[in-house]
């Protein structure tokens, strides 16, 4: 079960999700993308959710805007992880979204990232962090990302540091 499945309410929703995409080539994680409305085709939502186990997928990305039930909708199908990512495509500026994605009632977890890209990159790496809960050489792999992260940081600091000498 190392697969995640990526779904997204409209197309349009593609290159937000994109970030997700990148972060898991990047810790060699196979992924499938897809297109799946809570709304306008919850029998497609709910076949490839109940799916989704026999195709080794072990966590969910779901990303949508406006309305954003999506999330809501496969976590109410399974009992394997949800990562919500709200999307900014309204006129609410992803707050919609957002409210809707966080909002979920006792019983039904998802777990809601920030709204847009960002977002969508934390889920990346969410996802990959509850995958390698079973798996040491992705855990090494994160160790290493973080890692990264702390180096660009550390360089970012030294140039600020020499410029106001």
Do not use: W
């Not at 994109?18 to 297109?35: D, N, R, S, W």
């Amino acid at each position: 079960m190392n697969k995640v499945l990526i779904l997204m309410g409209s197309a349009s929703d593609a290159p937000v999700m994109q970030g997700a995409v990148e972060v898991l080539k990047e810790f060699g994680i196979p992924c499938e993308t897809t297109v799946a409305s809570a709304h306008r085709s919850p029998a497609r939502v709910q076949r490839l959710v109940e799916e989704a186990p026999a195709r080794g997928v072990g966590v969910f990305i779901v990303g949508a805007g406006a309305a954003a039930h999506l999330a809501g909708v496969v976590a109410a199908h399974t009992t394997r992880p949800v990562i919500g990512v709200p999307i900014d495509s309204s006129a609410l500026k992803g707050l919609d979204a957002l409210l809707a994605t966080v909002q979920m009632p006792a019983g039904v977890p998802v777990a809601t990232m920030a709204v847009g890209r960002p977002g969508a990159t934390n889920a990346g790496i969410l996802a990959a962090q509850i995958l390698a809960v079973g798996d040491a050489a992705l855990a090494a792999k994160l160790d290493a990302y973080k890692q990264k992260l702390a180096e660009k940081v550390e360089q970012a600091a030294a140039e600020v540091e020499a410029r106001h000498k």
